[in-house]
């Protein structure tokens, strides 16, 4: 067995070489808000939802429904408009790229969405074989439903994700002020006039095309100066704190069990502007996080979480449930299958995180072949022939 003082220095070797991978262009901050996005949303789920066992059945279940001063704890969490800013940014500054090349738009759609959509199939294969294992074994359908429900709901995120980087051609010059005025009258239609609930759906595209064009705009070099950060940062903070303090919108930005209105299912005005101070600290945070990541160490941790962005948001939710389902087997625990009612269950629940991480680990082993890097469309240059770049190395991947 290796000494510790060795495998240390493996790691730092290893880091090593992927700094010097990585080209000297690259904007580490971007891959830096990414993992930080994709790991917000991680934690935040484990944090908050809890599949409490009743009898001989599983219901999902929040602390926010019971101790509603927990609620800062989705602002911390709650990380989403950080991916969809990165998102706008990478797929504006992508498709410049392929035009610059002579790249057609369905050669750069299809990489794009390759490793976007690849893992899906593996989740879809699993839970659909599971399900019909755990229906033929006699299972509560409630329980199914709600095991289901949990594992396919990132689901949703890809697809909204997946459309808006099919539109950047359309959407790249848009103004954020425009899907912004959208949201607003869409809630106002809803809440301040009783308008039918379905209108709300519109927002799930509406929404999240906000910080999609703040990427785009970024992009642009439009806001560069710290100036635009602490108007978005102040400007959103300040207009959500209103709305929940007179507007009546939850204070929680994810979606609670039971509430009357969810901030996030649909995406309310409240998240929006939530979403736009969650973009303003984004950008002031850029040139720290260029620094920080000058450190080989933090650099390859933030490259290995960007290889496996899809495989780790996909699995999250497989591996929570996959620790509840194993762990009862030798009864009610305290944070995994009890009621998430009091600070006990809170202790309980972050010494649970270590394992969920293992077990998603397990996850991320078996499953991360799903999402390689799409093999570059070729590069024209001259008539009838093209020259294909050479294979990306893990630093370079966008």
Known sequence: MPAPREVLGGIRRGAARVDRATPASRDRAVDALRAFAVLGVVLGHWLVTALVADGGALHTASPLQHMSWLAPVSWAFQTLAVFFLVGGHVATRSLARARADGVTYGQWLRARLSRLLGPVVAVLVLWTAVTLALLLAGVDT????????????PLWFLVVFACLTALTPLVARLSPLWPLAVVLHVDLLRFGLGGPSWTGWVNVAAGWLVPFTLGAAWARGELERP??????????????????????????????????VSNLDPPTLAAVTFGLAQCGLALLLRDRLRHAMRRPLAWAAVALVNLSAMTVFLWHQTALMATTVTALTVGRLPGLHTLPDGLGWVAARLAWLPVFALALALCWAAFRCHEQPARRPPTRVGPGTSRRRPASTPARRA
Do not use: C, H, N
């Not at 409630?142 to 709901?153: E, N, Q, W, Y």
């Not at 108007?231 to 009357?260: C, K, N, Q, R, W």
């Open 142 to 153: 409630g329980t199914v439903r709600t095991l289901v429900k949990l594992a396919l709901s």
């Open 227 to 260: 100036r635009a950060g602490w108007v978005l940062l102040i400007g959103g903070a300040v207009a959500t704190a209103l709305l929940v303090a007179f507007a009546g919108y939850p204070a929680s930005m994810v979606g609670v069990p039971g509430a009357e």
